[in-house]
């Protein structure tokens, strides 16, 4: 159960997160939808690693989550929520923002209620953040080529040990096996492009042809009846 998970720290902790990684890295060899694999890697990652788990692409300078589990799948729904109705904070100072500009993960340990009120914007959103009981936080990029195009979140609550470096770097490494099943699943997704328009093409210049053909034997059909009148 969960509390095993939890309690599981220690001495069998490599051979759990060796199996751990193992059933991650086969998740997102065997599809190239990415963000259905993303999922049950979320799933797979709660509660064994974290309380919480989210991730989320950027581009253009927007954040959009494409997966998120909780390890109470009540919270879901409030953790679907939250980031919708607050949205990361864009700040190159600090949190995503600094994650995605440096490519340097961030751990956020010992979160307080002091630090839940001062950070708060409204009473909402204070009371969704006591909600999921925020205690600790792994924010990690996920980089292609040395560029952040998303980033992976672990959270734990008051329920489980702060998180620890440890765990960071091992969201490190999802986080890279993550970009590399997105890149492949942009590459197969282009080729797929390339590959209908090259068809689309090849029907156009079929039509093309198949309609000069006939120009040319109704053509030489006009021919050959002015040779017979003539």
Known sequence: ?????????????????SELMA???????????????????ANAVVPSLADWCALSLYADGKVTRVAVAHQDPAMIQVA??????????M??????????????????????????VAAALDPDHLAMMRALRVCSVITVPLQIAGESIGF?????????????RDEVVFAQEIAGRAANALQNAQLFTLAQQELEARRATESTLDRERNFLALAQRVANAGSFELNLRT
């Open 1 to 17: 159960n969960r509390w095993q998970a939890v309690q599981g720290r220690g001495g069998h902790e490599p051979a759990r997160r």
């Open 91 to 116: 700040d190159p100072e600090r949190g995503v923002l600094k994650v995605l500009n440096t490519g340097e993960p961030e751990l956020i340990t010992g979160i307080t209620d002091e630090m839940l």
């Open 80 to 89: 679907n929520e939250f980031g919708q109705r607050y949205p990361e904070r």
């Open 152 to 164: 992976l979140r672990l959270v734990s609550s008051s329920e489980r040990p702060d998180l620890t």
């Open 23 to 41: 059933r991650i890295t086969s998740l997102f060899n065997s599809s190239l939808d990415f963000d259905q694999t993303a999922q049950a890697v």
